[in-house]
């Protein structure tokens, strides 16, 4: 009897140890399945993330070429009537410094919808709604001023 248990207990043992080494070949098959995943998972990350940034330079393009067609318009709408009903942005006005030229301010601001010539030779150039930038005999902004007072809309 004792054989027997013994063979038994053998047995039982070798058993064991078979499935243990198939489970521990399952677990190896499957760890190699998941990096297998986690690779493709990183590819696809990856093309996600340049289409992102292909979309956002877009984007911005986009929101460049909107704002030199808004500045146009503007343009266009201080040549045929008294003033513009596009206004520049607040980022826009707040953008302009002491110092800048006509030119810096036009390519910013675009047009003023009134322009003053004064008798010490200073410009006044007037956004409705905005303020006043001041440009000195040289043609650089000297002062800015915010309309606190005026509206957005003037009649002349």
């Given at each position: 009897m004792k054989k027997f248990l013994f063979l038994f207990?053998?047995?039982?043992?070798?058993?064991?140890?078979?499935?243990?080494?198939?489970?521990?070949?399952?677990?190896?098959?499957?760890?190699?399945?998941?990096?297998?995943?986690?690779?493709?998972?990183?590819?696809?990350?990856?093309?996600?993330?340049?289409?992102?940034?292909?979309?956002?330079?877009?984007?911005?393009?986009?929101?460049?070429?909107?704002?030199?067609?808004?500045?146009?318009?503007?343009?266009?709408?201080?040549?045929?009537?008294?003033?513009?009903?596009?206004?520049?942005?607040?980022?826009?006005?707040?953008?302009?410094k002491r110092g800048m030229t006509k030119e810096e301010v036009r390519e910013i601001l675009g047009s003023p919808e009134e322009v003053k010539l004064m008798r010490d030779k200073t410009e006044v150039w007037f956004y409705f709604g905005l303020g006043r930038i001041i440009f000195d005999i040289n043609g650089e902004v000297m002062k800015i001023e915010n309309d606190i007072l005026t509206p957005s809309t003037r009649i002349r």
């Open positions: 207990l053998i047995f039982t043992f070798f058993l064991f140890c078979e499935d243990e080494v198939k489970n521990e070949k399952k677990k190896e098959f499957a760890v190699e399945e998941i990096i297998e995943k986690l690779d493709d998972v990183e590819r696809r990350v990856d093309e996600i993330e340049k289409k992102i940034k292909t979309i956002e330079e877009s984007i911005k393009n986009i929101e460049g070429k909107f704002n030199e067609l808004r500045k146009t318009i503007r343009n266009f709408q201080i040549y045929v009537q008294p003033q513009a009903t596009i206004k520049p942005t607040s980022d826009e006005w707040n953008s302009i």
